[in-house]
């Protein structure tokens, strides 16, 4: 009870010191980089971490500029539509701000960030502002980086492996004693390799899970959000409604993938229509483009998972972009001749 | 009279296995490296369940499963995919192409029996 009345006086105490020192400190006291902008993206405030994040000598960063002299403008616009409309949607219902992860890429391609944005509403209509938490990923975006360090697990058991094969093969004459003892090299060595590459990819599975570029959302929010996306369209879009679940996504990369999707099944089969429905699985959520007409063969889909993707952080794939979610897109040929191209992806892991 | 097994893989070191096991098992087994020349051995002779891998060269594993299914004549061939890819969606994926079954490499031979046994009967 002491203790209680000891912090609320402490709390008021606090509350006299001035919120810009206040916040200043606070600031500087992040690892992460800390920029605050106002609603026309011009930035207000941002602490140190952040000017070693952007290289402060060419001084891109100060007061008054614009953040998309930093970063790239897309994701960020596209992270700040998706925030006003997680607002609008839970607006009675949530006394916290959303915020929303997204990756993003410096104007000077030298680096990649991970970012946490969330937005201030102002008592002025229309001039809120926006924090972002910038953290430099840079050593893991490209998916290249991780296979070179995982690698080195596999030297050992590969090394041991090959060199009792080619004793046994090039020794004919060995004594049973030894090549007894070489075949158990072989058992114990496939079985070490078996395990380590179920430990790497396990490990992997939760890399890409955990991944700080994939966003935690709720599917009404994401599918409210998408079809809001396709109604300048020619696209007609359904989803469930009444339902919800738990998702983490590139939201920002999806939503490249499924423009890309829609535009090249509008050039390869010139659909009169084209649906977009979206089903809830038990272990996916399905996005189903449904046109009357030739379905896409699934070599042509394969090749397409190969496009570069418009726009994207980086000039990725839509094969690294769905997998980095782990989804991926398959097509289906219906009776009446109607055909399906399906972009699955996996609701999110329970931790 | 025996069952025959088509195996479609790229890599000879797995062939050989797979051969000695399906073999050892009683089945007649026939060996083919890619899905362009597995579509024509089946349309020669459609075999009662083919061990398809998933990454070949000229037309993979979900192609070459797609096209049977499209044929009604295949329809009753079962599939297993060998699959070196383990994320969920592709064992998704290969089922929803059509495949009876899916396993990821590596995988434990006596498992690979048993899932050939229990398709065959």
């Keep these: 009870m002491a203790e209680a009345k000891q912090c609320a006086t402490d709390t008021d105490s606090l509350q006299e010191v001035d919120s810009e020192i206040l916040l200043q400190t606070l600031l500087q006291e992040l690892k992460d980089g800390v920029i605050v902008c106002n609603h026309e993206a011009k930035i207000v405030i941002f602490n140190q971490a952040a000017a070693d994040l952007f290289d402060q000598d060419n001084k891109l960063l100060s007061k008054g500029t614009s953040l998309f002299r930093l970063c790239h403008q897309a994701p960020v616009k596209h992270a700040l539509d998706l925030l006003h409309y997680q607002m609008q949607e839970i607006k009675n219902n949530s006394k916290h701000n959303p915020s929303l992860q997204f990756i993003n890429e410096a104007t000077n391609q030298k680096k990649f960030f991970s970012c946490r944005m969330s937005i201030l509403p102002s008592k002025v209509a229309h001039k809120h502002f926006i924090v972002i938490i910038f953290e430099d990923v840079s050593t893991w975006y490209r998916p290249d980086n991780l296979l070179f360090k995982k690698i080195d697990e596999f030297r050992a058991p590969m090394t041991n492996l090959r060199a009792a094969v080619e004793s046994l093969t090039e020794h004919p004459e060995m004594s049973p004693v030894m090549r007894s003892a070489f075949e158990n090299v072989l058992v114990q060595e496939s079985l070490t390799l078996s395990e380590t590459f179920d430990s790497l990819d396990h490990a992997c599975n939760l890399f890409m899970q955990s991944q700080s570029h994939l966003t ?43 423009d890309h999707l829609a535009d090249k099944i509008q050039r390869k089969r010139k659909p009169a229509e084209l649906l977009c429905e979206i089903h809830t699985g038990k272990r996916f959520v399905y996005f189903d483009f449904i046109w009357q007409g030739e379905f896409i063969p699934t070599a042509v889909v394969q090749t397409m998972l190969e496009d570069k993707i418009l726009n994207s952080v980086g000039e990725l794939s839509m094969a690294v972009i769905l997998h980095s979610m782990g989804g991926d897109i398959w097509s289906k040929k219906h009776d009446k001749a109607k055909s399906t191209l399906r972009l699955a992806l996996p609701l999110a892991k329970k931790v | 009279m025996a069952k025959n097994i088509l195996i479609v893989d790229d890599a000879p070191n797995i062939v050989l296995s797979l051969e000695f096991l399906m073999k050892k098992e009683g089945y007649a087994v026939q060996s083919v490296g890619n899905g362009e020349e597995a579509m024509r051995v089946i349309a020669d002779k459609a075999p009662d369940l083919i061990l398809l891998d998933v990454m070949m060269p000229r037309k993979d594993g979900y192609e070459v499963c797609q096209e049977l299914r499209a044929n009604p004549d295949w329809q009753n061939i079962k599939i297993i995919m060998l699959t070196a890819k383990g994320r969920d969606v592709e064992r998704e994926k290969g089922l929803a192409l059509g495949a009876n079954d899916y396993i990821t490499k590596p995988f434990a031979t006596q498992e690979l029996v048993e899932k050939v046994k229990s398709l065959l009967g």
Excluded: C, M, Q, W
Aim: proline content about 2%; hydrophobic content about 45%; overall charge neutral.
């Design chain 1, 216 to 258: 935690e959302i709720k599917s009404d929010i994401l599918f409210g959000f998408i079809a809001n996306h396709f109604r300048s369209s020619e696209i007609r879009f359904t989803a469930p409604k009444y339902f919800s679940v738990d998702l983490k996504v590139d939201s920002y990369g999806l939503i490249l993938v499924l």
